[in-house]
């Protein structure tokens, strides 16, 4: 049990980054999806919110931090495009992998040599870590605050909806509406001569070249784990099948020009690219919750972030 928590004035910020600090789990929101935070130094903290998502110990969670002057702490040896990328992008949906300095420990990085950043974009994460920060804290953890496997929240509701019966009554989580990217951050393997996509995001590969003016190259012969790269992802309790032959009982989520078939459930009509990723993933949500037992996604085409969507989509067909 822990209480949503809707008003979230500097003081309940205040009292969230000690919450942290003394070893409580606070789910936020960010641009993308809410995130459960944990001090990224508190092994113990870690432990609990790994238990929270039913996620495997060895995986590497990202940390949250408040500006560039906590870059170094974490990460070193940081190559120049990097520093462009952080420059652009930041605060924003990129999550940069770096070598790490030894201040980033086996249970964030998952005993891998790097480390996942990220300076989320929206004002309460924002305040949040600054709190955070001036009593000492150099880092939120903070993976997708579902259960592992399952779709990420874009609403508090969906946070409570996933994880209330896990967390504790100290845990809290801050309401801050809806998450407008809709989709997790881009990872970029930094720790090549290239980057690397990993996950597509909101910050595109053209975006990437743009900003670093080298070539992204492709993930192969990465040694480096990414949880989300897992086939299977981002499943609701319904069958997602890709294409348009609906039947009717079937929810439908596609593009707004396609009409819906009779007696087919629409539970997603977005117009651009941008709203399909806000509100994939609260559609996938409502076809649980209107317990429907199959929904037919129809995929968007082209690239930028079309890229992402068909990637959590595609994640969420496989079996
Ligand atoms: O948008 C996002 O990135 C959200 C919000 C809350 O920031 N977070 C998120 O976290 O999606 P999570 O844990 O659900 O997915 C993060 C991915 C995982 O697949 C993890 O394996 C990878 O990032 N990752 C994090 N740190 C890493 C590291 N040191 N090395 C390799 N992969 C890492
Ligand atoms: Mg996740």
Not at 46 to 71: E, S
Not at 103 to 121: C, H, M, S, W, Y
Not at 125 to 141: D, R, T, Y
Not at 202 to 230: N, Y
Request: hydrophobic share 40%; aromatic share 4%; with cysteine.
């Amino acid at each position: 049990m822990s209480a949503i928590i809707s008003q979230c004035s500097l003081n309940v910020l205040q009292q969230a980054a000690e919450n942290l600090k003394s070893g409580g789990l606070v789910a936020f929101p960010t641009e993308t999806v809410y995130g459960l935070g944990a001090n990224a130094e508190d092994e113990n903290a870690i432990q609990r919110m790994y238990k929270v998502k039913n996620r495997p110990v060895d995986h590497p969670v990202i940390v949250h931090i408040a500006d560039l002057d906590a870059v170094d702490y974490w990460a070193t040896d940081i190559p120049d495009y990097a520093i462009a990328l952080m420059r652009d992008y930041w605060p924003g949906p990129m999550t940069l992998l770096l070598k790490r300095t030894e201040k980033a420990k086996d249970f964030v990085t998952g005993n891998q040599e790097i480390v996942g950043l990220r300076i989320p974009a929206h004002t309460l994460a924002i305040n949040l870590l600054q709190e955070f920060s001036k009593i000492g804290g150099k880092g939120v953890a903070a993976p997708s605050a579902n259960r592992y496997g399952a779709v990420s929240p874009t609403t508090a509701q969906a946070v409570d909806l996933e994880l209330q019966e896990y967390l504790e009554p100290r845990d809290q989580i801050l309401d801050g509406g809806q998450s407008l990217v809709g989709v997790e951050s881009t990872i970029i393997d930094c720790t090549r001569e290239n980057p690397a996509i990993l996950r597509p995001g909101a910050i595109t590969a053209e975006m990437v070249e743009q900003s670093t003016g080298i070539i992204v190259i492709e993930p192969e012969g990465t040694k480096v784990k990414v949880s989300g790269s897992h086939k299977q992802h981002y499943s609701p309790n319904a069958k997602v099948i890709i294409g348009a032959e609906t039947k009717p009982g079937n929810g439908l989520i596609a593009m707004a020009d396609l009409a819906t078939p009779e007696g087919v459930i629409r539970l997603a009509a977005p117009k651009t690219l941008e709203e399909y990723a806000r509100i994939l993933y609260s559609a996938l949500r409502e076809a649980d919750a209107q317990k429907l037992a199959e929904i037919n996604v129809v995929m968007p085409e082209g690239n930028g972030l079309a890229v992402a969507i068909r990637d959590r989509i595609t994640r969420a067909a496989a079996l």
